[in-house]
């Protein structure tokens, strides 16, 4: 099977600064408020601001668990634009509706009282906060991950030349984008006899239910060099790997190689050194 062709198969599995500086604590208001649920598990979600007359600071501040009250966390924050903390707040409820969760929209009385911690001197650019990390990957979640792995390596092997399989080569947990719930990269080989074996970088999102592929991408060739021989990191929308490159001097040398989910399609970053 050609690269072209591999890529297809696996495209039928598939069907997303400045640093919070904590300071002295500004009194807000909450402006907006959101309940998501799925099944047993609630989220929250806050768009508070500042109470001036620009509502600058303005953050973003998110709970894993929605019924822990003092759970919260600001995982976005900025300090020149109010339009962009609205932007990232309905960009978090798409992405939780999108993956099984029905959210509503909470009545403030009034009587709300939250905090904003200070920011860097006004007129610097802020930009986003790396998301909170996600809690500890619990049994159920490899668990699940294996279930979608043993499903979806059925599909392609259906799906390939005879003789042909694939391959995991390494899967790993982690919160690919900042809504506390565990995705997953996954490192497929795939083996032919006809030609060098292959390897291809997936991604995968939990629905609420199973883990679905979300994005895939070609990493390279095993015999020819750069192939990847651990998943890094999974966090902010990025994939770290290693690669093992040819080296004239003692035989193999580790690079860092970046691949960035964006419109549900992996971009390699220029490489480190």
């Excluded at 919160?175 to 030609?195: I, K, W």
Aim: glycine letters at 10%; charged letters at 25%; hydrophobic letters at 40%.
């Amino acid at each position: 099977m050609q690269r072209r062709g591999i890529l297809w198969a696996l495209g039928l599995l598939v069907g997303s600064g400045q640093a919070w500086m904590s300071g002295q604590a500004l009194a807000a208001a909450v402006e907006e408020a959101f309940a998501c649920q799925n099944q047993e598990r609630e989220r929250r979600i806050e768009l508070r601001h500042a109470e001036r007359p620009d509502r600058l600071p303005c953050q973003v501040v998110y709970w894993r668990d929605g019924r822990q009250p003092d759970g919260g966390k600001p995982i976005w924050e900025a300090e020149n634009d109010y339009g962009f903390c609205i932007e990232q707040t309905r960009a978090l409820l798409q992405r939780l509706q999108d993956g099984g969760w029905s959210c509503r929209k909470l009545p403030l009385d009034g009587t709300t009282v939250a905090t904003i911690p200070a920011l860097a001197p006004r007129g610097e650019e802020a930009l986003a906060v790396p998301a909170p990390s996600p809690a500890p990957a619990t049994v159920s979640d490899r668990e699940r991950l294996n279930e979608a792995l043993a499903r979806d390596l059925s599909r392609l092997a259906e799906l390939s030349s005879p003789g042909a399989r694939f391959e995991v080569a390494a899967a790993e947990l982690g919160d690919l984008d900042g809504d506390g719930d565990a995705d997953a990269a996954v490192l497929l080989t795939y083996l032919t006899a006809q030609r060098q074996p292959a390897q291809f970088l997936m991604v995968y999102r939990f629905d609420g239910n199973t883990f679905r592929p979300a994005a895939k991408t070609y990493v390279g060739r095993l015999e020819a060099g750069g192939a990847a021989s651990a998943i890094e990191r999974i966090d902010g929308g990025t994939v770290e790997l290693w690669l093992e490159l040819p080296d004239s001097a003692d035989g193999v040398r580790r690079q860092r190689q970046t691949f960035m989910l964006q419109d549900d399609a992996l971009l390699r970053q220029p490489p480190e050194g």
